[in-house]
């Protein structure tokens, strides 16, 4: 069997259908040739970011797997792999690679050693007999622990080797792991005695799928609950102890019950300090759940680590406390303590959220995209910069999984490619990303691998003319150079690929504008609205 052959089965093995990428790696031919659909991208990128959403989407269950070519491919394939790696997204790396004998020679790009700071393991294919040992490898690593992209490298001058027959492979084991029972016993202590705590829930919990245990934890203690970005919709955020997710930008709610919380737990979390997340308060009592222990005490000084898997934690915790609260809480002070601060968050919001002004203001036009979808039956992302600090806050997420938030790193554009992927991976969910004048610059150009990929996503761009929030920090260069200008008829762009663009610059027009683009997505057309908008910079920060 042909090593591309071989790498193809396992692949198909393992679950994977979709294999996005760009030319030239023959890996695309093999896959293509056992019904491994190719997605073939304008930018390497976009690709990467494709595969990151299948893996999310499924948490996991569905491995994303992307390929390109050697030298200039991989160097440009380099960020979207650390955006994976930040966001602790498992997808399979597969670049082609120099000839043997020139791998290690300067200038060359050697994918397995330039990204290996970037990935969980970075492993070249030396010899075809060890391409079924190799893959175990990366797919154990792939199934098990904290999420990362795997990569394996396949240099130029093997794909004419031979693997031996019958090939020998069979899919990997997953498996999980739990916390010290005795470390849960002092957590569930703790919980059971804390006046005021805190729930924050990370991705960790959609990976883990364990969103009924952390519902049923919060509604036992009546404990309110706020997310990460990630961590965004994994608690129902229209629950009467739902405080809503917290990043650069957050609700009013979330700010009060942190700084006044006696005891915060964070569970499928890893506190990683950044301006793209919830700045946890000094001197509080922390329980920190979470399946990586180096992430322990590395940004926020905990008094309990639970070591393990969000789920069977939760359920641990869930046990433990049997004995110590016999019965759920009553939810009724908090509940109230939080709709009195929500209402008045909301209020002071009114006058941007219900603008009937123009050009439009982003809240509105986010307001509205939010009463018009099918909120449970949609998979929506932001993007870096104001797209993701207007929509965050605001955006009540009700099922999991139904919004993919990310901000450890925040790269322009990767929106875009995240709707394609959750597209792929969810064929019946509306999906939708919005993104701003920006990050279109970046990506905009993969609005027709959309269109030629029969790929059905709803694309909400903020259109302000403006690097709006640069404005405070370049008003010399914005005055003398107008170096924050920046412009296009991007509805026009849409429909140059052969999608569905429309532009909207009136109040009234953004909910029958919506409608259309919806209606064009289920005619399987991608669509893209361009709403003209004002430099809106005010952002939710308390």
Same mark, same amino acid.
């Given at each position: 069997m042909k090593l591309g052959a071989a790498i193809a089965?396992?692949?198909?093995?393992?679950?994977?259908?979709?294999?996005?990428?760009?030319?030239?790696?023959?890996?695309?031919?093999?896959?293509?040739?056992?019904?491994?659909?190719?997605?073939?991208?304008?930018?390497?990128?976009?690709?990467?970011?494709?595969?990151?959403?299948?893996?999310?989407?499924?948490?996991?269950?569905?491995?994303?797997?992307?390929? &390109?070519?050697?030298?200039?491919?991989?160097? /440009?394939?380099?960020?979207?792999?650390?955006?994976?790696?930040?966001? %602790?997204?498992?997808? @399979?790396?597969?670049? &082609?690679?120099?000839? $043997?004998?020139?791998?290690?020679?300067?200038?060359?790009?050697?994918? %397995?050693?330039?990204?290996?700071?970037?990935?969980?393991?970075?492993?070249?294919?030396?010899?075809?007999?060890?391409?079924?040992?190799?893959?175990?490898?990366?797919?154990?690593? @792939?199934? /098990?622990?904290?999420?990362?992209?795997?990569?394996?490298?396949?240099?130029?001058? &093997?794909?004419?080797?031979?693997?031996?027959?019958?090939?020998?492979?069979?899919?990997?084991?997953?498996?999980?792991?739990?916390?010290?029972?005795?470390?849960?016993? +002092?957590?569930?202590?703790?919980?059971?005695?804390?006046?005021?705590?805190?729930?924050?829930?990370?991705?960790?919990?959609?990976?883990?799928?364990?969103?009924?245990?952390? +519902?049923?934890?919060?509604?036992?203690?009546?404990?309110?609950?706020?997310? %990460?970005?990630?961590?965004?919709?994994?608690?129902?955020?229209?629950?009467?102890?739902?405080?809503?997710?917290?990043?650069?930008?957050?609700?009013?709610?979330?700010?009060?019950?942190?700084?006044?919380?006696? @005891?915060?737990?964070?569970?499928?979390?890893?506190?990683?300090?950044? /301006?793209?997340?919830? $700045? &946890?308060?000094?001197?509080?009592?922390?329980?920190?759940?979470?399946?990586?222990?180096?992430?322990?005490?590395?940004?926020?000084?905990?008094?309990?680590?639970?070591?393990?898997?969000?789920a069977l934690t939760l359920d641990a915790l869930l046990a433990e406390l049997a004995g110590r609260v016999k019965e759920k809480r009553d939810p009724g002070p908090v509940a109230r303590e939080i709709q009195q601060h929500r209402a008045e968050w909301l209020a002071a919001w009114a006058a941007k959220t219900d603008s009937e002004e123009e050009p439009l203001n982003p809240y509105r036009v986010l307001r509205d995209l939010w009463r018009t979808v099918d909120v449970d039956n949609t998979i929506i992302t932001h993007d870096a910069g104001s797209p993701r600090d207007q929509l965050s806050p605001f955006w009540v997420a009700r099922t999991p999984l139904s919004y993919l938030g990310w901000g450890k790193t925040t790269q322009l554009g990767y929106g875009l490619g995240l709707a394609m992927g959750a597209k792929l991976a969810a064929p019946d969910k509306l999906c939708i990303n919005v993104w701003g004048d920006a990050a279109i610059g970046f990506t905009g150009m993969d609005f027709e691998t959309a269109v030629r990929e029969r790929i059905p996503i709803l694309s909400i761009l903020l259109n302000n003319f403006s690097m709006a929030i640069e404005l405070k920090v370049m008003p010399v260069s914005t005055e003398k150079y107008r170096s924050t200008d920046i412009s296009g008829d991007y509805a026009a762009m849409a429909r140059a690929f052969g999608g569905y663009g429309e532009r909207v610059t009136k109040v009234a027009d953004i909910i029958p504008a919506i409608r259309r683009g919806i209606e064009q997505t289920r005619n399987g057309t991608p669509a893209l609205l361009e709403f003209i908008t004002s430099k809106e910079t005010a952002v939710s920060r308390l």
């Open positions: 089965e396992i692949m198909k093995r393992e679950g994977i259908s979709i294999l996005t990428g760009y030319p030239v790696n023959h890996l695309i031919e093999f896959a293509a040739a056992i019904d491994i659909r190719p997605i073939m991208v304008r930018q390497e990128r976009i690709g990467l970011h494709m595969a990151d959403a299948i893996s999310r989407v499924t948490s996991g269950r569905t491995i994303g797997a992307f390929c &390109m070519q050697h030298g200039p491919g991989s160097e /440009n394939a380099y960020g979207g792999v650390a955006q994976c790696y930040g966001e %602790s997204v498992p997808v @399979l790396v597969l670049p &082609m690679g120099y000839p $043997r004998r020139l791998a290690h020679i300067d200038p060359n790009f050697n994918s %397995s050693v330039q990204m290996r700071g970037i990935t969980k393991s970075a492993e070249p294919i030396m010899s075809a007999a060890e391409v079924p040992n190799i893959l175990r490898r990366a797919f154990t690593r @792939l199934r /098990n622990g904290r999420g990362g992209p795997v990569l394996v490298e396949i240099p130029t001058d &093997m794909w004419n080797e031979e693997v031996p027959e019958p090939l020998a492979y069979t899919p990997v084991i997953a498996t999980r792991y739990g916390p010290d029972p005795a470390d849960v016993a +002092r957590a569930a202590e703790a919980l059971a005695a804390a006046k005021r705590p805190v729930i924050y829930a990370g991705t960790g919990v959609h990976w883990a799928r364990a969103w009924p245990q952390l +519902r049923a934890l919060a509604e036992l203690l009546a404990a309110p609950v706020t997310t %990460s970005l990630g961590g965004k919709s994994s608690f129902p955020e229209d629950h009467p102890l739902a405080l809503g997710s917290g990043g650069l930008a957050i609700p009013k709610p979330v700010r009060h019950f942190l700084d006044n919380a006696d @005891l915060i737990l964070g569970i499928g979390c890893s506190f990683t300090e950044t /301006n793209f997340g919830v $700045r &946890m308060p000094s001197g509080k009592k922390i329980i920190h759940a979470t399946l990586d222990p180096d992430h322990l005490n590395k940004d926020i000084a905990c008094e309990i680590g639970l070591v393990g898997d969000a």
